[in-house]
């Protein structure tokens, strides 16, 4: 199993830029999710969902999309790119209510 | 509103000098907590899930223990190998949404 994968790893972009961040998992599991990380802040959620179709909003949700249509994908639009959308995002996976959740290894975004 | 704080921020260690971490959290109805493992340029990684005050984990020189307003995370014996930094996290709904604290940074120098 490859488990959570995470493209690109790296990303530089222009203010108003538009991109997706893909997020992809082998393990079949039902709840995925996208978190930022900031210095000094620790992971904040951005957005989840508990099955393919079902999207919700987490803790810092404005200036990014979601959407499940498979059970495998979930990317992460960022519409039009701000600076303070720099940091590390990192997309997890979790099999069952209160199990771990599996992350990917990040992509690591500096808008300019 | 919910709250979880990690103390101290940083932890320098010489190698074999023990020592704990806390995770202190005020939430309405904890379902679990988590500790994690991140070390520089990597996702975290799952070490522990505590569930209930009393509870204790161990795997290899970490032990993980939980009472109803903290968590500590003891590390005995510690190697350069465990340097990284320590995240705790609480789900307090039934869908897996997590709440981090900041982590505390570990040094094991030899």
């Known amino acids: 199993n490859a488990g959570v994968t995470q493209t690109p790893k790296f990303q530089v972009l222009k203010t108003g830029q538009s991109m997706t961040l893909q997020c992809a998992q082998d393990?079949?599991?039902?709840?995925m999710s996208w978190y930022r990380q900031d210095p000094g802040m620790g992971l904040r959620l951005i957005h989840y969902?508990?099955?393919?179709?079902?999207?919700d909003q987490g803790e810092v949700p404005n200036g990014y999309n979601v959407s499940r249509s498979t059970t495998e994908d979930f990317p992460l639009r960022l519409l039009s790119a701000a600076p303070s959308q720099t940091s590390v995002y990192f997309c997890?996976?979790?099999?069952?209510?209160?199990?771990?959740?599996?992350f990917g290894p990040g992509t690591r975004l500096t808008v300019l | 509103e919910d709250q979880v704080t990690q103390s101290p921020e940083a932890l320098r260690l010489q190698e074999g000098e023990s020592s704990s971490l806390n995770c202190s959290y005020t939430v309405s109805g904890l379902r679990g907590l988590f500790w994690y493992r991140q070390d520089p340029g990597k996702g975290p990684e799952f070490l522990f899930t505590l569930y209930s005050a009393g509870e204790e984990k161990e795997k290899e020189r970490l032990k993980a223990t939980l009472t109803k307003k903290e968590s500590f995370l003891h590390i005995t014996a510690p190697k350069p190998e465990d340097s990284a930094t320590y995240l705790c996290a609480v789900q307090t709904d039934s869908w897996g949404k997590l709440q981090f604290g900041a982590g505390t940074q570990v040094v094991v120098t030899p």
């Open positions: 997890a996976s979790q099999q069952g209510s209160y199990n771990e959740q599996f």
């Open positions: 969902s508990v099955g393919a179709g079902i999207t």
């Open positions: 393990m079949n599991h039902e709840y």
